[in-house]
């Protein structure tokens, strides 16, 4: 038996996760009298809400259609913890778990209790006359093993995409955005075990939906907070909800924006005491031009500040992830401002005032994609697709993030593989990083695979 399998057996341990994405740490004291939306937590690795975790206990950050990726999350598991060896960077034996030969739509990668990760994607191996993807799961242990085997969790026609993973005191929970009942459009919901195997089945939790996609889920520490686009009022709108962990809705549905133009793609993060959302809206621009915009929500989803645009008024941004470091909130997102795309990244504190207004933090000569932001122990990581010299020839980075929004760290390709590489989702445990990633095949269309990459990184 592995140690982790010996830790599982023993220790139910609750783990307190947000996203990381999926794409979010202090102590918990609210040290402003609640004037702010924010936890005034102040340090990594104590509970982010200490009304329902132990200190130590370690939130992190963790859409739904045709390429589109949920941040990933990171847990700190103390139990799981091992030593740094070699000082820097050391990137990992690359698996692949999933090769469909088929088109994978996106992916949604969390960390777990136990040193696991939870990786989640929709794929078109069953498409027949009509389209069709279903959702599947893997459990994974953090050198990339899978635990148990490969899980469906839905099984309908028509689309279902793209997962967000959140691991959810003690199981990995998917929430999606599902077509089977066109023209309506809801959000299901699906969980798994940390020995990999189906707990139930799997459930919707919206009603009254139109198109519903791009859900973005984050755990609070006692229920999971989600935000998606819908289109039930006639207009691609971002909408909040919580969840139990049974995936029964815990409340009513609130709408963040409601206007002209379309919001797609929201990431969101718990920040102790509530929600952050941003996400890619054209209000206010060309119908296919969007621009980052972001919303502060209390604890029950209201709309506290915003929403606001952070990206500018040129170019196209979108894609953005976002992160919580107790005292900082960070959002980075794909801006073409400059031609091509590059990260650009904005700081806040938290009252939501801009510390560090619009900046680019990658340089490329063909282009930085899919950004995925998370808070850890050496503070703000960040993981992107970067071409590689040579058109559709995408590799892996990665670096650490100053909250000026230096790169510290890092700034390496992780991989070395021809072809496009998609879905970018960076999670973490106390085992250290992990980076899953759609690879397009260099040479035939729609032969996906689905990769797990570990990383750790020992300060020098």
Not at 427 to 435: D, E, K, L, P, W
């Given at each position: 038996?592995?140690?982790?399998s010996?830790?599982?057996?023993?220790?139910?341990i609750?783990?307190?996760?947000?996203?990381?994405?999926?794409?979010?740490?202090?102590?918990?004291?609210?040290q402003?009298?609640?004037?702010?939306?924010?936890?005034?937590?102040?340090?990594?690795?104590?509970?982010?809400?200490?009304?329902?975790?132990?200190a130590?206990d370690?939130?992190?950050?963790?859409?739904s259609?045709?390429?589109?990726?949920?941040d990933?999350?990171?847990?700190?598991?103390?139990?799981?913890?091992?030593?740094?060896?070699?000082?820097?960077?050391?990137?990992?034996?690359?698996v692949?778990?999933?090769?469909?030969?088929?088109?994978?739509?996106?992916?949604?990668?969390?960390?777990?209790?136990?040193?696991?990760?939870?990786?989640?994607?929709?794929?078109?191996?069953?498409?027949?006359?009509?389209?069709?993807e279903e959702?599947?799961?893997?459990?994974?242990?953090?050198?990339?093993?899978?635990?148990?085997?490969?899980?469906?969790?839905?099984?309908?026609?028509?689309?279902?995409?793209?997962?967000?993973?959140v691991?959810?005191?003690?199981?990995?929970?998917?929430?999606?955005?599902?077509?089977?009942?066109?023209p309506?459009?809801?959000?299901?919901?699906?969980?798994?075990?940390?020995?990999?195997?189906?707990l139930g089945?799997?459930?919707?939790?919206?009603?009254?939906?139109?198109?519903?996609?791009?859900?973005?889920?984050?755990?609070?520490g006692?229920?999971?907070?989600?935000?998606?686009?819908?289109?039930r009022?006639?207009?691609?709108?971002?909408?909040?909800a919580?969840?139990?962990?049974?995936?029964?809705?815990?409340?009513?549905?609130?709408?963040?924006?409601?206007?002209?133009?379309?919001?797609?793609?929201?990431?969101?993060?718990?920040?102790?005491?509530?929600?952050?959302?941003?996400?890619?809206?054209?209000?206010?621009?060309?119908?296919?031009?969007?621009?980052?915009?972001?919303?502060?929500?209390?604890?029950?989803?209201?709309?506290?500040l915003g929403?606001?645009p952070?990206?500018g008024?040129?170019?196209?941004?979108?894609?953005?992830?976002i992160?919580f470091?107790?005292?900082?909130?960070?959002?980075?997102?794909?801006?073409f401002?400059?031609?091509l795309p590059?990260?650009y990244?904005?700081?806040?504190?938290t009252?939501?005032?801009?510390?560090?207004?619009?900046?680019?933090?990658?340089?490329?000569?063909?282009?930085?994609?899919?950004?995925?932001?998370?808070?850890g122990?050496?503070?703000?990581?960040?993981?992107?697709?970067?071409e590689d010299?040579?058109?559709?020839?995408?590799?892996?980075?990665f670096?650490?993030?100053?909250?000026?929004l230096?790169?510290t760290?890092?700034?390496?390709?992780?991989?070395?593989?021809?072809?496009?590489?998609?879905c970018?989702?960076l999670?973490?445990?106390?085992?250290?990083?992990?980076?899953a990633?759609?690879?397009?095949?260099?040479?035939a269309?729609?032969?996906?695979?689905?990769?797990?990459?570990?990383i750790?990184?020992?300060?020098?």
């Open positions: 038996m592995s140690r982790n010996s830790l599982r057996a023993l220790f139910p609750l783990v307190v996760i947000s996203i990381a994405s999926c794409k979010p740490s202090g102590n918990g004291t609210d402003d009298a609640g004037h702010d939306m924010f936890d005034d937590a102040d340090a990594w690795p104590d509970a982010e809400d200490d009304t329902t975790g132990d130590g370690v939130p992190v950050d963790g859409g259609d045709i390429g589109d990726v949920m990933g999350g990171d847990v700190q598991d103390e139990d799981t913890v091992t030593p740094c060896t070699t000082p820097g960077l050391t990137v990992g034996t690359p692949t778990v999933a090769a469909p030969g088929a088109l994978v739509g996106g992916l949604g990668l969390a960390g777990g209790a136990y040193g696991l990760y939870g990786l989640a994607w929709s794929d078109a191996r069953e498409i027949d006359v009509v389209p069709n959702v599947f799961f893997a459990v994974l242990e953090a050198d990339g093993s899978m635990v148990g085997s490969e899980v469906q969790l839905s099984n309908a026609p028509l689309n279902s995409r793209t997962p967000s993973v691991w959810a005191m003690d199981r990995f929970t998917a929430l999606w955005g599902d077509a089977r009942s066109l309506a459009g809801n959000v299901f919901f699906g969980a798994v075990d940390s020995a990999g195997s189906m089945s799997e459930s919707q939790v919206t009603t009254g939906g139109v198109s519903a996609m791009y859900v973005s889920a984050t755990w609070s006692s229920r999971i907070g989600m935000a998606w686009t819908d289109n009022d006639t207009t691609m709108d971002v909408y909040f919580q969840v139990q962990v049974d995936g029964t809705l815990d409340g009513g549905i609130t709408p963040i924006i409601s206007a002209a133009g379309n919001s797609f793609r929201p990431r969101i993060v718990w920040t102790g005491s509530g929600y952050a959302v941003a996400w890619d809206d054209t209000v206010g621009g060309e119908a296919w031009e969007p621009h980052v915009q972001l919303a502060l929500l209390g604890a029950d989803g209201s709309v506290v929403p606001t952070i990206s008024t040129t170019g196209t941004a979108s894609r953005a992830s992160a470091s107790g005292s900082l909130l960070m959002v980075c997102w794909e801006d401002r400059d031609g590059e990260i990244c904005s700081t806040f504190d009252s939501g005032a801009v510390q560090v207004a619009d900046t680019p933090v990658t340089a490329s000569d063909g282009g930085s994609t899919w950004p995925s932001l998370l808070h122990p050496d503070g703000f990581a960040l993981a992107w697709a970067q010299g040579m058109p559709n020839d995408d590799e892996v980075r670096a650490l993030i100053s909250d000026d230096g790169l760290e890092g700034d390496a390709p992780l991989t070395d593989t021809p072809g496009e590489i998609d970018v989702s999670a973490r445990t106390g085992a250290g990083y992990a980076v990633f759609v690879q397009k095949d260099a040479t269309m729609d032969e996906d695979a689905v990769v797990y990459l570990p750790e990184y020992c300060p020098e």
